[in-house]
Each structure stands twice: as C-alpha cells, then as structure tokens.
C-alpha cells in the first residue's frame, strides 16, 4: 500500500483543457511538496505547501494543501504541451517520525497539441 | 547555476560485476539522497544522507549495496555484486537540511545489468 495514492495514474488531454491531479494519504503531513518529471531527467521540484488550507499559485498551476494536511491538488489551468511528465507528490508523514521524503507512484501527463 | 551532478549517466554491465555511481552535490546543501527509479516500484528511497552520517538507509539491500560520503563533494553508491533485477534509474539528491526536506535532484543514472 503506498503511503501517498496520487490519482489518475495516467491523463492524456488536449492543449488548452484544464485539469485536476490528486495526491491523497491517510497520514498528516508537516509539508507537502510537488515536482514534474521530464523524461531522461530528476524530478525538478515544483512548490511546497505547509499551512492546512494553503493554496499558491505558479503561473497556470495551482497548489492546494488540504486543511487537514493529508491530501493536496495540482490543478492546471489551460494546459500546454510543455506540462507533459510525470507530476510527483512527496512528503514525511508527522506520525511515522521517518524524516526522508516518501514519494507517490505519480500521474502521467500527456498533453497533445 | 548549482545543480547536482551525476556519473556516469549510463551503465551497462554483466550480472556479478562491480557498479559504482558518484554524485556531487550542490555546495552547501547538507542532507544528500539516493534514490532508485523503475517502472513498477516508483521512487523508492535507498539511503539518507545528514552532514555526511547516514540517518536512513533501510531501503538498501545490505547485502549488495553500500552507499558512503567520502567527503562533503562525493556521494557514491555501489553495487558489488550486480544483479539483473538491481536495472533501473538511479538518482542522487541534495537538499539545504530545510525542515521541508526540498530535494534537488540530478539527471540520473540510468543501470543495466545484463
């Protein structure tokens, strides 16, 4: 069983459609972190959340942590065809007193021109 | 532009033969990570590097592998001996010891153990 479930595993989407991409737990995380993945390259971190109820924002991605710090969101508004990869969330539950990062399995983004 | 660096970037090798992977982290990031890719299991993490001690490394094989910080520039991973089952994607990580843990990887090291 993962400790971070990230839904749906794969998405493929035209340009210019928005889109949601799930990262679920049934742990509190102190932060929680997202990154992209291109293929060929290391994961590249995207943004930090720490505050339950945090929402920020980068260009056309939005990040939301939720309140009770166990699930977060990646939502893309107007995806284009440079935001195809695989998206990671990553996190150290509070409860486990693990302080390395435990990563979840993904979402592959395939956005077609 | 710091990044972290990684050697060599593509292996090929035979069942039972020495792997040795290098990585320099970016100066002055303190925790370093090693990291094992494949297509099945995800991002699994393999050892945990703080000031250069090991905090974590039970996701290791102890019996194949060992991961060492010879010094604050040099992370090595080896696999002595290699398996075939041990192909995959091998990423260092380094990262400034921030409570959140923000990692920076490198490009990577991409295993096959024929």
């Known amino acids: 069983t993962q400790l971070l479930e990230q839904s749906p595993q794969f998405l493929s989407i035209q340009e210019g459609e928005n889109l949601t991409v799930y990262c679920n737990s049934s742990?509190?995380?102190?932060?929680l972190q997202w990154y992209r993945q291109e293929p060929g390259e290391g994961p590249v971190l995207l943004v930090t959340v720490v505050t339950g109820g945090e929402v920020k924002k980068l260009k056309r991605l939005t990040f939301q942590f939720g309140d009770a710090r166990k699930d977060s969101s990646l939502h893309i508004t107007a995806a284009q065809t440079g935001d195809t990869g695989l998206y990671l969330c990553a996190g150290a539950p509070t409860d486990t007193g693990r302080r390395a990062l435990t990563f979840g399995s993904g979402t592959r983004l395939q956005v077609q021109p | 532009d710091a990044r972290v660096t990684q050697t060599p970037r593509h292996k090929v090798t035979e069942m039972g033969q020495e792997v040795t992977m290098r990585c320099q982290p970016i100066?002055?990031?303190?925790?370093v990570f090693w990291y094992r890719q494949t297509m099945m299991q995800g991002l699994e993490l393999l050892a945990y590097?703080?000031?250069?001690?090991?905090?974590?490394d039970s996701g290791m094989p102890k019996d194949r592998f060992s991961a060492e910080m010879p010094d604050a520039t040099l992370a090595t991973l080896k696999i002595q001996p290699s398996e075939p089952r041990d192909s995959a994607v091998y990423f260092c990580a380094s990262g400034p010891g921030t409570s959140a843990n923000e990692q920076f990887f490198g490009p990577g090291t991409r295993l096959t153990v024929l």
């Open positions: 590097f703080r000031n250069r001690a090991p905090l974590d």
């Open positions: 742990s509190v995380f102190s932060s």
């Open positions: 100066l002055g990031h303190n925790t």
